[in-house]
């Protein structure tokens, strides 16, 4: 299956896609149910390994830091 967005543009759209989904061909979803994905899962991946890694360690000592203060 796939996910589209769309934008509806006539008054009467709902009423055409709300007809297609109690004949199902389609499925709706409000924004409100749409699964929101937890950052860790969004981004993993995108950075190397290493630069990632240089990462927690900067972070980590910025951390360290601000504790000594």
Known sequence: ???LVVELTHKNALQLLRDLE???IIRLHDEKETPQTKLSEKYRGVLP??????LINHVNQMRSEWGAI
């Open 1 to 3: 299956m796939e996910t």
């Open 22 to 24: 109690a004949m199902d």
């Open 49 to 54: 390994k290493e630069a990632g890694e240089d």
